[in-house]
Structure formats: structure tokens, C-alpha cells
């Protein structure tokens, strides 16, 4: 197994240039999630979902869209990127017990993003 | 303000001495997570304690978990250069259902 894959490693964009950060798991995971970690802090929930065609909000949603067509697939888009939205972004899966529960996180290995 | 804190939030020690971070939280949780991060890398899962458990072990980790206090701990026992990293805690709300939420993490440094 793969297990989480996020592309690409590193991504240099312009203010209000947009692009889509891809995630990739082969674990057959119910949940997956988006979180951004700012220097020398913890990660914040961007957006979840806990199927395919099911999406919510995290802490930090605004200015990123996601959607989830396939089990397999979580991808994150920057609509018009701004300097704010320069961090590092990390994909992660995990089952769910009870219909409602996370439990282990599996963790990509990272986006590296700089807005100019 | 965070779910999770930890605390301190910079550790440094000896090689061979043991290492204890703590996590205070507000709410009542389903379950509480500690994860491991190297510097430039993601994070890696170091072990899962649910609502109901007290106490759990995983090679040199111990994590106990104070329900009444809101609180955890992580104790890493003769520690070695190798856990040299930061660590976090990461709380699933009893309310919130699939959000987890994660303190800003200790940085812990074994100096050989």
C-alpha cells in the first residue's frame, strides 16, 4: 500500500493565481481531512469528509474549496490565492467507528506552499 | 482557544532520561491521539486512548488520560536521540463527531 499520497511536494503560486493540492489513499478509508500548519504551530481542520459525496468544514475554510467524487480521492482547491494561505498542507484518512468516531490518522507527507 | 494544549512546549533532555509531555483539553472527548513529527515531515501516529481507558502502552510510551482533569500525558521512557521531534495532541470532541482538533505541540530535543 501507498497508503496517503499528496502531490506536488512543493508549489510556488502568484496572489489570486488558483491551483488544486491532490490527495490519494489506497486504504479504502472512510474519512479523510485537510489541515494547514503555520511555523511553529499545530494543524488546523481545513475541510473533512466522511464518505464520498460528503463534505463539511473544518476551523479554517474560507478561500478553499474541496469535493469528494471517489472514496480514493480528496482534492483541495485555492480559489485566489492569497499571501495568507502560505503554509504547509497535509492530507491525512482514517476509519470511522461507530459511523462517528476517527481513529488513527494516516498522514501524507506534505505540501509545501508559498504565495508570493 | 485550542482544544488541546500542550505542555511544555520546549523539552530538552539527556539521552536516557524520560520525557513527559502533558495535553489539557475543555470539552468531553471520544478519544485522544498523540502524534510524533520530525522536522519537515508529516505527522505519525504514536497512540490512541478512548474516553473509557485510563492508561495505555506502547513500547517506551505510557499515556494516561484524566477524564476528570482534561488532561494527558505522554512519558517516553530512556529516551534517545531518535525522538528527538515535536509532539501533539489531537482530541475528538464528543460533540463534534469526526473533527479533530490539535494543540500546538512540544518540541522535545535528546541531546546525545
Known amino acids: 500500500n501507498a497508503g496517503v499520497t499528496q502531490t506536488p511536494k512543493f508549489q510556488v503560486l502568484k496572489t489570486g493565481q488558483s491551483m488544486t493540492l491532490q490527495c490519494a489513499q489506497d486504504m479504502n478509508h472512510e474519512y479523510m481531512s485537510w489541515y494547514r500548519q503555520d511555523p511553529g504551530m499545530g494543524l488546523r481542520l481545513i475541510h473533512y469528509?466522511?464518505?464520498?459525496?460528503?463534505?463539511d468544514q473544518g476551523e479554517v475554510p474560507n478561500g478553499y474549496n474541496v469535493s469528494r467524487s471517489t472514496t480514493e480521492d480528496f482534492p483541495l482547491r485555492l480559489l485566489s490565492a492569497a499571501p495568507s494561505q502560505t503554509s504547509v498542507y497535509f492530507c491525512a484518512s482514517s476509519v470511522r467507528r461507530s459511523g462517528r468516531v476517527t481513529d488513527t490518522q494516516y498522514f501524507g507527507p506534505g505540501t509545501r506552499l508559498t504565495v508570493l | 482557544s485550542q482544544q488541546g494544549e500542550e505542555d511544555p512546549q520546549a523539552l530538552s533532555i539527556q539521552e536516557g532520561e524520560n520525557a513527559t509531555m502533558n495535553c489539557s483539553y475543555k470539552?468531553?472527548?471520544?478519544?485522544l491521539q498523540w502524534y510524533r513529527q520530525n522536522s519537515g515531515r508529516g505527522l505519525v501516529h504514536l497512540i490512541l486512548i478512548r474516553s473509557n481507558e485510563r492508561e495505555k502502552h506502547s513500547g517506551r510510551l505510557r499515556v494516561t488520560l484524566d477524564t476528570s482533569k482534561k488532561s494527558s500525558s505522554l512519558l517516553i521512557t530512556a529516551s534517545r536521540a531518535a525522538d528527538t521531534a515535536s509532539y501533539f495532541c489531537?482530541?475528538?470532541?464528543?460533540?463534534?463527531?469526526?473533527?479533530?482538533?490539535f494543540g500546538e505541540g512540544t518540541q522535545l530535543t535528546v541531546n546525545p
Open positions: 489531537a482530541t475528538e470532541k464528543e460533540t463534534s463527531g469526526s473533527r479533530l482538533t
Open positions: 470539552t468531553s472527548i471520544n478519544n
Open positions: 469528509s466522511v464518505g464520498a459525496g460528503i463534505t
